[in-house]
């Protein structure tokens, strides 16, 4: 074994550069060209330039280690008693495993480093440790087999890099990456409840306007939502759902009044024109990026199942699921509800209406599971207007 003092230094230097080639080039291997280069010159010197290396390999700020074949410990400088805080004496026979297994450090870390020195072979990991008076510690260590001129293994040597420092700027930089996180996840909630809040105020003032359907927005909303849930839907589709039924006529905001609050019915001209408020909606709604997955109702809704509905003619499943979902929703709720030109229908004439457009207005699945809930609800009194819708 390597004493303190003077005959360190002399064993080190017999170690690190005396008689074997294959093991001062694993040390020089450690160090970048310039520095390399110079070795190389330094071992056609003499054996006082070889001592000078190992001089410089016992100061170095990273903790070198030196051990036998089998792992154990034969010489660690100053380096490694600076950052573990055990010197040579309390570490001398030992196998590194022993120091440097932490509270923390990966068992199977460990287990790998033994397994690796058992085989013979060079290991590179990053462990979470603890000196010897608790201090956390992370390290960097990059171990390397060396063998005699023979190919015969004689010793490990590693060079193990302190880490804490850039761990802890890692760390500090996760917490304030995370606390970031935090608060944009808080703003946008924030601003979520902000636009749904002005949602349900743009609905509301429509229904000011048009005093036919007070009251509707509500209820086609809760009922639509109740039917999505059936059809599979959920999560942010469901949020999307929520806002586009509370949205849907939003479009006839473009409407002028003659038309949209005409006691009677509407001429072809005049159909014409209440035909335009799905195009309004897209055109009103589409710069705000945060509904447009809502629009999918506002400006599908009169679509038809067989191709006949309007604006744009989509026929079947082109039109999206959540507008052939409020379709059916949205013709339910008018049909119970008293219009100045016709008093609401009984539920038993609305449940028989909707079910004869299926395959034509309506999505046959949509029919079906529309009519199975209705049918769950037979027992409980169904929301009706009291005003016209």
Not at 183 to 205: C, F, H, M, N, P
């Amino acid at each position: 074994m390597i004493s303190q003092g003077k005959t360190a230094l002399d064993g080190i230097a017999r170690v690190l550069f005396g008689g074997s080639r294959a093991w001062r080039k694993a040390f020089q291997g450690y160090l970048p060209g310039a520095a390399r280069d110079a070795v190389e010159a330094a071992l056609r010197k003499s054996e006082s330039e070889a001592r000078k290396l190992a001089l410089v390999a016992a100061r170095t700020d990273n903790a070198v280690i030196i051990t036998d074949a089998l792992g154990r410990i034969e010489w660690v400088n100053a380096g490694f008693t600076r950052i573990t805080e055990y010197n040579l004496e309390e570490v001398l026979g030992q196998r590194p495993g022993h120091v440097l297994q932490g509270r923390e450090t990966d068992p199977t870390t460990v287990a790998y480093m033994r397994s690796r020195i058992d085989q013979g072979e060079g290991f590179k990991v990053e462990v979470l440790n603890y000196s010897k008076s608790g201090r956390e510690y992370w390290l960097a260590i990059d171990a390397q087999p060396v063998h005699d001129d023979d190919g015969s293994l004689t010793h490990f040597i590693a060079i193990e890099s302190d880490l804490t420092d850039r761990k802890q700027a890692e760390i500090a930089l996760r917490r304030s990456h995370d606390e970031l996180e935090d608060r944009i996840s808080e703003r946008t909630a924030e601003l979520i409840v902000a636009y749904d809040a002005t949602i349900e105020g743009w609905s509301r003032a429509l229904e000011l306007r048009d005093k036919e359907t007070e009251g509707h927005s509500q209820r086609v909303t809760e009922m639509a939502l109740q039917l999505s849930r059936v059809m599979g839907m959920a999560g942010a589709d469901l949020s999307h759902v929520r806002r586009g039924a509370l949205l849907h006529d939003i479009g006839k905001m473009g409407v002028p009044d003659g038309v949209l609050r005409k006691p009677g019915p509407l001429s072809d001209e005049e159909w014409q024109i209440m035909r335009r408020h799905p195009q309004y909606a897209y055109e009103l709604l589409w710069p705000v990026e945060f509904l447009r997955p809502a629009l999918e109702i506002p400006y599908c809704h009169h679509e038809r199942w067989d191709g006949t509905g309007y604006p744009r003619g989509l026929k079947g499943e082109q039109i999206p699921l959540a507008a052939r979902i409020f379709a059916a929703v949205d013709i339910w709720d008018a049909l119970r509800s008293d219009r100045p030109y016709r008093a609401r229908w009984a539920d038993d004439r609305v449940i028989e209406h909707i079910r004869s457009l299926s395959g034509t207005h309506l999505d046959p699945a949509v029919v079906d599971s529309f009519l199975a809930i209705l049918a769950q609800t037979e027992s409980k009194p169904l929301p009706t207007a009291d005003t016209r819708a």
